[in-house]
């Protein structure tokens, strides 16, 4: 069965550096998505992307953060200058036409120094 | 917008026994309604979900109960075993005026069963 596919597991950075997470969406589905958990807190919705466009995003997702689908299968999520709060776990998911089903990542865990 | 609301935030059971958790929701709008579990550094893994328009859903030992009137929504897990320890989220879902839908999670429910 396929899956949603995340690099790299865990990314440690220091803060003000950027840093690029990345995701392989299921290969048949059309809209993407970006969630975080803080530690031992719940998932939060941060990006929703379709048709190379986001389509809507939360208050979290501030000029720092970009989404971008670079080629046929890539879906990135940047981070300009991270912060300290940014510390998180990143979900990438995706869902195809005519469902609302989503399908998660196993997540990059990221940490800022 | 959405604001989701789940109970309660930790459940001991002991193995057998039932399990229910509840969540309640605020923007009508909301149509769909997933459940997550989620086990410790894992995914969320979609275990069951509901549509607006149905009242109920079973499969084997899990079901889920919506009363949209109400705006709630209930996960039961009956014959419960040690593996389904983990936390559970619930979710509700409204669409995107752009494509897609935006998910908005409870704040998860810590499930242990005991032998």
């Known amino acids: 069965e396929p899956e949603v596919t995340q690099t790299p597991s865990h990314q440690v950075t220091q803060m003000g550096q950027e840093v690029i997470l990345r995701c392989v969406p299921i290969s048949n589905h059309l809209y993407f998505y970006w969630y975080r958990q803080i530690l031992g807190q719940k998932v939060e919705f941060l990006v929703s992307f379709y048709n190379n466009e986001i389509s809507e995003k939360s208050e979290i997702f501030d000029d720092q953060f970009s989404v971008e689908r670079p080629d046929g299968s890539n879906f990135t999520l940047k981070i300009r200058s991270t912060k300290l709060e940014d510390s998180a776990m990143y979900f990438c998911?995706?869902?195809?036409?005519?469902?609302?089903?989503?399908?998660f990542g196993p997540g990059t865990r990221l940490t800022v120094l | 917008g959405e604001n989701v609301e789940q109970h309660p935030s930790t459940l001991s059971v002991q193995e057998g026994d039932s399990a229910v958790i509840k969540c309640t929701y605020s923007?009508?709008?909301?149509?769909?309604f997933p459940w997550y579990k989620q086990e410790l550094g894992k995914r969320p893994q979609l275990i069951i979900d509901?549509?607006?328009?149905?009242g109920e859903k079973k499969d084997q030992r899990i079901a889920v109960t919506l009363n949209k009137t109400a705006k709630h929504f209930s996960l039961h897990i009956t014959e419960t075993q040690p593996e389904d320890s983990a936390v559970y989220f619930c979710a509700a879902s409204t669409r995107v005026t752009g494509g897609g839908n935006k998910l908005t999670f409870g704040t998860g429910t810590q499930l242990k069963v005991e032998l």
């Open positions: 998911a995706s869902s195809r036409p005519g469902t609302d089903t989503q399908y």
């Open positions: 923007d009508s709008a909301s149509n769909y």
């Open positions: 509901i549509r607006s328009n149905v």
